[in-house]
């Protein structure tokens, strides 16, 4: 197994989200811009407002959130996306070596109402206003609407350099009883891009 596969495959623990994951309160996912980072700590300005200390786990690791080609969904891809009803928000095709990761379709917090849909693409109709997808997953299946323009990114293997302040992104950070925030893993969004997801 080579590094970068093992850096994807290490990422699950802090990064996608099982459905059991989703609903454990000891889960919070931070949306923003780094303000601040000492390889120990990352200060986080949050799309909400506040800012968000974070412990940075002595292994931490950084991912990259980068656009990819809309064609890259295609069946028997695994991809993780938010929607809000039938319409995908945003669509994350992940690596093979993270295939699996967080199955199952639950709530999201991209959006109020918002659900996460991570799953094999099955089929691909294409139509005049973007494509229906028809996911399959352990326990169900989802049929998610994309439309011309929706954000479609994948995941590549980041260095610790590319989490500086400015870089924008998203993270799984885990909360303990005293409110501390602690981080195994930091996606940050390619060129600027804050991660869709």
Do not use: C
């Not at 850096?7 to 989200?17: E, H, I, P």
């Not at 303000?35 to 690791?61: C, Y």
């Not at 005049?128 to 996911?135: P, S, Y």
């Not at 293997?157 to 981080?183: I, Y």
């Amino acid at each position: 197994m080579n590094i970068f596969r093992l850096t994807l495959v290490a990422a699950l623990g802090a990064l996608l989200f099982a459905s059991t994951a989703a609903a454990q309160t000891t889960l919070q996912l931070i949306r923003g811009t780094i303000t601040a980072i000492d390889g120990k700590t990352a200060t986080i300005a949050t799309r909400e407002g506040p800012s968000a200390t974070v412990k940075l786990a002595a292994n931490w690791s950084v991912g990259i959130v980068e656009p990819i080609a809309v064609s890259a969904i295609k069946p028997g891809a695994f991809v993780g996306i938010a929607s809000l009803k039938d319409e995908a928000l945003e669509v994350l095709v992940f690596p093979e070596a993270m295939r699996g990761a967080g199955e199952g379709h639950y709530p999201w917090n991209l959006k109020p109402e918002s659900m996460m849909t991570n799953a094999t693409v099955a089929t691909v109709a294409a139509g005049g206003d973007g494509e229906t997808l028809k996911l399959d997953y352990k326990g169900g299946t989802q049929t998610l609407h994309v439309r011309p323009g929706t954000p479609v990114v994948t995941f590549s293997a980041g260095q610790r350099s590319d989490a500086k302040p400015g870089a924008k992104v998203f993270v799984g950070a885990r909360k303990a009883a005293d409110g501390t925030l602690t981080a195994t893993r930091l996606n940050v969004g390619k060129d600027g891009m804050m991660p869709p997801m």
